[in-house]
Each structure stands twice: as C-alpha cells, then as structure tokens.
C-alpha cells in the first residue's frame, strides 16, 4: 500500500512513527509536530483527537504520551492528567527534547540539545555535560537503553556508552568508524543483544559485545541503498529494517533484500522511520507519503 498526500495523510513528509497502545499508528511529520492516525483495523486514516502541545516522542508502559514542546521541555499526557516539566522544574531554556530513554536501574534519561538529563518523575535532579562526562557532546541526538543496563549516547558527532557503574566509553573514528565527525542517527538492539548503528554516510555498524562489524552499500552480498542511513528497527520476528536515503534494506542475518521507489512500493527514497507490527506488515515514514509491506 502506499499513501501520500494530497489523499492521506495531512502531511505531505513524514518523519517518526509510533505505536500507539489503542492499536493505532500515529505519523509525526517531518518538520513539525502535526500528528496523522491511521487505524489498521479499518484501513482509515483521521487526526487526534485533541491537538499536541508539541512532537510525541513515544508511548511509555502506562499508556501515557511523552511530548516534546518547541524551546519549552516536554509533556507526559495521560488520559486524564498532564504534566508540564520545563525550566521551572530544571530543564536547560529554550532547548528542545529529543530523546527519553529508561535504563534497568530505574533511571530516567531526557536527551536536550544542552546536555544529558536526569529526571525523577517531577523534576530534573542532574544534568550532564560533555566537559565533565564522556559524553560526545553537549548537543544529545538519540539515545538506547540497552537489556545490560548501559545506556547508549549518540552525540552531534560520535557515540558512546555509559555502563551501569557510571563509567563512560567513547567510540570515534579508527574505533570503529572510518573518519572523525560521523553523525549517529539511530540506535537499536536486536533480540540476540547484539547492538546496530545506523550513519550518515558510514554505513552501518553491529557490535557484539566484543567486536564491531560494518556493512555498507559497496560491499559484497549487502543490499544497502545507501551509506546514509537514518534509522534502524528490529522486527518482531528478530529481522533487521533500515532506512536510508535511497530506499530501504532488511537483514536476516544472513541474506540482505532491498528496495527504492517504485509505482507500488516506496512512495519516497529518503525513509525517515519504519513500523512493523506483530504480524510483520512493515510501514515507511518517507519524505513523501507513507509506505507499507506486507509479506
């Protein structure tokens, strides 16, 4: 299936994609914070309900929406409460929120463009800055909160890791990437532990624990559409999905399949964010419209 506007959705560029715990698809535009739900059940798509104070980040194990507004911290909006944490409770001014991450030991993380926040439930108790850490830098991309308990960092250049102690591990060029000032745009962990990260112009990379190993479009047997990729998703049944700005790929583990735009498939080369649900229908945010596979 494939959706674009001036039909549905609203938007004509799609940016993030989020599962929603009503079974609903939520698209967040691309450069903004307008939101379009589609309904699987009935194949229709509408708008919320109610408008957003901002860009929704992700839903949390209580059904709640984590919502970063522009230059004014983020919102935690349940069914029928909101919290508002802002400068007033610790948050730099006039910076946006990214990410949030939860680590196993019960530690919130709020990424800023301003540091690495440390939130208790009401208020920000830490922030974390480059100088004084082994943060990246001050600028927070994304982030993920590993099964081992670190927390991964991805800075405006670079990546590290924060292990559970405290301690921090940079990662840069020669260890492992293949030049200084490599931007990291995605982070995730597949079901076997294994950590992926996804660049913009470097490919992608897999770390085991021990050893990192790198995949891009030049090499043999790997169906990468380009070394500029801007998001990685493992699929429930343990799959790979990539993003890049030419198309997507999906990596088994042991054979790679890939596809660019065409008539009945991708409705845009650059995918921003990829969805896929229980029973393996896979969706595309694109710079265009949305995408859908179905195997």
Known sequence: AVWSVPNVPSSAALGGILAVPDGTVWFVEEYGAQVDVFNPQDETWSR????????????????????SEWNNGFWII???NQTHISADQGLPTDYQVRDVEFTA?????????????VFDGQAVTQILMAADTGLPSDFIRTMLAASDGSLWVSGEHGLARRYPDGTWEQFGSGNPFSYDGIQVYDIAEDTSGVIWVVTDGDGVYR??????????????????????????????DGSLWFG????IARFNGSEWFSAEISPDGLVNGNVNDIYVDADGAAYFATSGGVSRFRP
Do not use: H, K
Request: charged share 20%; with cysteine.
């Open 207 to 236: 770390y085991n624990g021990e050893e990192w190993e790198q995949f891009t479009s030049g090499d043999p047997n790997v169906q990468l559409p380009s070394p500029e990729v801007n998001c990685v998703t493992v699929a429930p």
């Open 244 to 247: 890049t700005r030419d198309g």
């Open 48 to 67: 919320p309900q109610e408008d957003l104070p901002g860009w929704p980040m992700f839903f949390d194990a209580q059904g709640s929406a984590w919502v």
């Open 78 to 80: 349940g069914s029928d």
């Open 105 to 117: 030991d019960g530690t919130t993380w709020i990424a800023t463009d301003l540091g690495l926040a």
